[in-house]
């Protein structure tokens, strides 16, 4: 069985400029993460999807990030414009459940630079 | 105090011998202790989870220890080998799937 797919691997960009990561759960997933993760941290959860429904977006920082999980199967995370502080891996993660502590996979994470 | 601090930074360890990473947490309200191990350019993966309700749990060479009254959880990795260099994380749940990582630990294991 496949894992979560993300894509792009990698991608460089000049600050200001947009940029869209793409991610595909499990197959059966209903709990969508997506995490920041600076280097040498550990990931930081921005937005949690259940199904189409984001049910935790409190630390998505809102002026510049947007997210959207249509038809509560594949996700997509923009950021317009791109900062410097916003170089990092953005992980995508998925579950069965999120009520029960389901086990979360994660995709191998796009990692983001910006110039 | 929803923070969850990770010692040490780094570790070196040589081949078979015992790793030994460290987790500190202030919230009483979490029920959930994952650790997650993480190679380079991949994503993290669960390695073992333990809940407050049990002192250890083992899970081949991996074993988790908890103290409820210290508010402390450890990995112990027997026998280390040079294929569990990796970093790893532990992490706390209170549920809703919002787990609050550690800084991590990067394990190298010489062989």
């Known amino acids: 069985e496949a894992g979560v797919v993300q894509s792009p691997r990698y991608k460089i960009i000049e600050k200001k400029q947009p940029v869209a990561f793409w991610c595909n759960p499990i197959?059966?997933?209903?709990?969508l993460y997506w995490y920041r993760q600076n280097l040498g941290q550990g990931p930081e959860l921005l937005i949690r999807?259940?199904?189409?429904?984001?049910?935790?977006d409190s630390q998505l920082p809102k002026d510049r990030f947007s997210a959207e999980r249509l038809k509560g199967v594949d996700s997509t995370l923009k950021i317009q414009p791109a900062e410097l502080g916003d170089s990092a891996v953005y992980l995508c993660?998925?579950?069965?459940?999120?009520?029960?502590?389901?086990?979360?996979?994660f995709g191998p994470g796009t990692r983001l630079t910006v110039l | 105090q929803q923070q969850v601090k990770q010692s040490p930074q780094s570790l070196i360890v040589q081949k078979g011998g015992i790793s030994i990473i460290n987790c500190a947490y202030e919230n009483t309200a979490f029920d959930y202790f994952p650790w997650y191990q993480q190679f380079p350019g991949k994503g993290p993966a669960l390695l073992i989870a333990i809940r407050p309700d049990v002192s250890e749990k083992k899970e081949g060479r991996f074993t988790i220890s908890f103290n409820k009254s210290a508010k402390q959880f450890s990995l112990h990795i027997m026998d280390s080998q040079p294929g569990d260099s990796a970093t790893y994380f532990c992490a706390a749940s209170m549920g809703g799937g919002k787990l609050i990582f550690g800084q991590g630990t990067e394990l190298s294991v010489k062989p």
């Open positions: 197959s059966g997933h209903n709990t």
């Open positions: 993660a998925s579950s069965l459940d999120e009520v029960t502590h389901d086990t979360q996979y």
């Open positions: 999807y259940e199904n189409e429904e984001a049910v935790d």
